[in-house]
């Protein structure tokens, strides 16, 4: 069975979130004098997390988008093969 452009698009997206990974080791600096700026490991945590947030949505997208394409191409096939009666 082959594989959707919309997951290949999603499996490379995992493999860039995984590349931060090795950043993520460690202790969490927890410095409370800048209590809006985060530091360290926790920060590269959460920008993990904001971008597989990013590809799930675009993997999303796409699947919805291949699904109306392929609803659209049968009804314009349905309607002219009707129009051919």
């Known amino acids: 069975m082959a594989v959707s452009p919309a997951l290949q698009e999603f499996e490379s997206g995992l493999d860039d ?11 969490c600096d ?11 490991p926790r920060s590269v945590s959460f920008c993990r997390v904001v ?9 999303i997208e796409s699947l919805v988008t291949n699904v109306l394409g392929f609803h659209e191409a049968k009804r314009n096939a349905d309607g002219a093969c009707a ?3």
């Not at 927890?30 to 360290?40: D, L």
């Not at 971008?51 to 993997?59: T, V």
């Open 51 to 59: 971008l597989l947030c990013s590809h799930l949505e675009g993997y």
């Open 83 to 85: 129009s051919a009666d």
């Open 30 to 40: 927890t410095r409370k004098s800048e209590p809006r700026i985060f530091h360290g």
């Open 17 to 27: 979130v995984g590349l931060a990974k090795p950043l993520c080791a460690g202790r």
